[in-house]
């Protein structure tokens, strides 16, 4: 199988050696709300519809991703350890072949990397992750000068389709300031916030400038992407990024 035309390889300043790739609903046996490329174990599909699909991404990596149970959290682990039991909304590593992975359906998929291609990082950043600093933590755990990392921002809910209330504005913006310019009032309590906008903030004051991506919308293009927001009862896509052997 060759990945369908509307997967997205992130165009990002990555070293030769790094590999990164999104899928989307294309390409897939499932059927209904979750058609066609569902990787959500946990939704209501067919159980070998999704051992379908996993098996035809399988078949595009250099190994199984190392799939983690997604908790909307800050945790972050090495990938080369873990199994689909361990509780983290992060992963990293320094070995060749060893794919990290996250799965989304409207929150941000963080790809990060080293300009020596030494080492690879992927974080699962809804509004709670990022709030609560997961990609701070991801960062922090691969021990690199963060001048030699750059990132890559997939698709998410975007700018125009992310109401949100009091919660999320205050979770940003009640210890900082300038987190203010990520969100627009739409009426007394509610607000538009720019999820890419956020982790641009997060990731230049880490000192990361090398950051691509942040415009796709999984909201407004039900043709390529799942969104919660948007359906409620949908798939899940995925982001990955690995290391070829030199």
């Not at 109401?163 to 509610?190: I, M, T």
């Not at 906008?197 to 000192?207: E, F, K, M, N």
């Amino acid at each position: 199988m060759k990945p369908p035309a509307d997967w997205i390889v992130p165009d990002w300043p990555a070293p030769a050696n790094v590999r990164a790739l999104i899928t989307t609903r294309s390409g897939g046996v499932s059927t209904g709300p979750y058609a066609s490329f569902n990787l959500g174990e946990l939704t209501e599909d067919a159980h070998a519809a999704v051992s379908e699909n996993k098996h035809r991404l399988d078949a595009l990596l250099p190994g199984t991703p190392r799939w983690l149970r997604q908790v909307h959290g800050d945790r972050v682990v090495e990938a080369d350890t873990v199994g689909a039991t361990v509780q983290a909304d992060a992963s990293f590593t320094r070995t060749p072949g060893i794919v990290c992975a996250v799965k989304i359906a409207d929150c941000m998929p963080v790809l990060i990397c080293d300009r020596a291609g030494e080492a690879v990082a992927i974080a699962h950043a809804g509004w709670r992750g990022l709030s609560q600093g997961v990609v701070e933590n991801t960062v922090r755990a691969l021990q690199i000068d963060p001048k030699r990392l750059c990132a890559y921002l997939g698709p998410a809910i975007g700018p125009d389709a992310f109401e949100v209330g009091e919660d999320v504005y205050e979770a940003f913006c009640g210890g900082d300031p300038d987190a203010r310019s990520a969100f627009r009032p739409l009426r007394p309590g509610k607000w538009l916030a720019d999820l890419f906008a956020l982790g641009r903030l997060r990731l230049a004051r880490l000192g990361i400038t090398a950051v691509s991506g942040g415009g796709l919308c999984t909201v407004a293009n039900g043709a390529s992407f799942y969104s919660h927001r948007r359906d409620r009862i949908t798939g899940r896509m995925a982001a990955l990024v690995w290391m070829e052997p030199r």
